[in-house]
């Protein structure tokens, strides 16, 4: 079992920035990557990016790509995205989730991820 805990999300204006932690905690070591999503009213929840567990590879959807940077501290066994040039289109609930299956890539939807953090609501206004 992983725990994940999200945190800093909140309001801001566009152009702003958020930088959002996770923390996790558990059976880390099976961890194969991790990513963020995020989920707007009515929409379906999409990836915003994900990392590999040795944070060699990252990948971002075109909507955030040059705004946004995930990253992690192993140490601390915590993912940031830190979040810059916000849009009122960035607003939504932002999810961290957790890896554990070996696809020999990072996973793309949520169903490829194992475990989820409660959220944390960001809202950008215009």
């Known amino acids: 079992q992983v725990q994940l805990v999200e945190s800093g999300g909140g309001s801001v204006q566009a152009g702003g920035s958020l930088r959002l932690s996770c923390a996790a905690s558990g059976s880390t070591a099976s961890t194969k990557c991790m990513g963020w999503f995020r989920q707007a009213p009515g929409k379906q929840r999409e990836r915003v990016s994900v990392i590999t567990r040795d944070g060699r590879i990252t990948s971002y959807a075109i909507s955030v790509k040059d705004r946004f940077t995930i990253s992690q501290d192993n140490a601390k066994n915590t993912v940031y995205l830190q979040m810059n040039s916000l849009k009122s289109e960035d607003t939504a609930m932002y999810y961290c989730?957790?890896?554990?299956?070996?696809?020999?890539?990072?996973?793309?939807?949520?169903?490829?991820?194992?475990?989820w953090g409660q959220g944390t609501q960001v809202t950008v206004s215009s």
């Open positions: 989730a957790d890896q554990i299956r070996n696809f020999g890539y990072c996973g793309s939807t949520p169903s490829d991820y194992s475990y």
